[in-house]
């Protein structure tokens, strides 16, 4: 963290989180498996939007993608000690979910950041699926994404869930698949374009999902909170 202050880049942050990650998954018997990984540009910055099963997701995630990444996360997290600084340092966005109208300003925060250069990672459904399917998305994201102008790329994450289920702490072996989608363009999109955006990026991780993975019906796939995990 001293050396991130003083060099005034949390490059070296990224570094050691992304190898921690690598390790810690190896000790734990997670074995991650890659497709996609040649639609992410050279020197192109994206919004990353991915399905969210279990904890285990951010570290896979962070692991695989091939540039440092930010991420949007609930307020309570900053709390937690020596992380919450890392993440803050690292150009973290932390948001109030209980109050929407805040989290959305909060999130559009993130599109100055974006313009700069700087990618971003977040989930679209808000929280982890308590079932393993997967949930409703939320508009913070999409609204984020025409700001700033960022191609989107969908992710799917797939068996997570089944290595760490909710209210389980403990991880089981188990592989876990990532699926990086093409790109998707947000030039020229307004922000009563959301609901169609959402559509196209909800279809594109569904369908690499596994059937029990994958929403029971396909109610409203958008929802009137604005705020994002």
Do not use: W
């Not at 005034?8 to 989180?17: A, E, S």
């Not at 399905?51 to 962070?62: A, K, W």
């Amino acid at each position: 963290m001293l050396i991130a202050v003083l060099c005034g880049t949390p490059d070296i942050l990224y570094r050691l989180g992304r190898l921690g990650c690598c390790l810690g998954l190896r000790l734990a018997g997670i074995r991650i498996q890659t497709e996609g990984l040649e639609f992410i540009a050279f020197g192109q910055n994206y919004l990353f939007l991915a399905n969210h099963q279990s904890y285990c997701d951010p570290p896979t995630l962070i692991a695989r993608i091939p540039r440092n990444v930010r991420l949007v996360l609930k307020k309570e997290l900053r709390r937690i000690p020596l992380l919450g600084a890392i993440m803050s340092l690292s150009g973290f966005i932390f948001i109030d979910r209980r109050q929407s109208t805040k989290a959305l300003k909060q999130m559009l925060a993130g599109a100055h950041q974006i313009r700069q250069g700087h990618s971003f990672l977040i989930y679209p459904e808000g929280t982890r699926t308590r079932t393993g399917r997967l949930e409703d998305f939320k508009e913070g994201p999409f609204a984020l994404a025409i700001e700033s102008g960022v191609p989107i790329i969908p992710v799917t994450v797939s068996g997570s869930f089944a290595i760490m289920p909710p209210l389980q702490l403990r991880l089981k072996p188990g592989t876990i698949k990532l699926i990086f989608h093409r790109p998707i363009t947000t030039t020229g999109l307004r922000q009563s374009d959301r609901h169609s955006l959402i559509n196209q990026v909800r279809q594109a991780i569904i369908l690499s999902l596994q059937d029990s993975e994958k929403p029971i019906a396909q109610k409203d796939t958008t929802t009137t909170d604005l705020e994002a995990n």
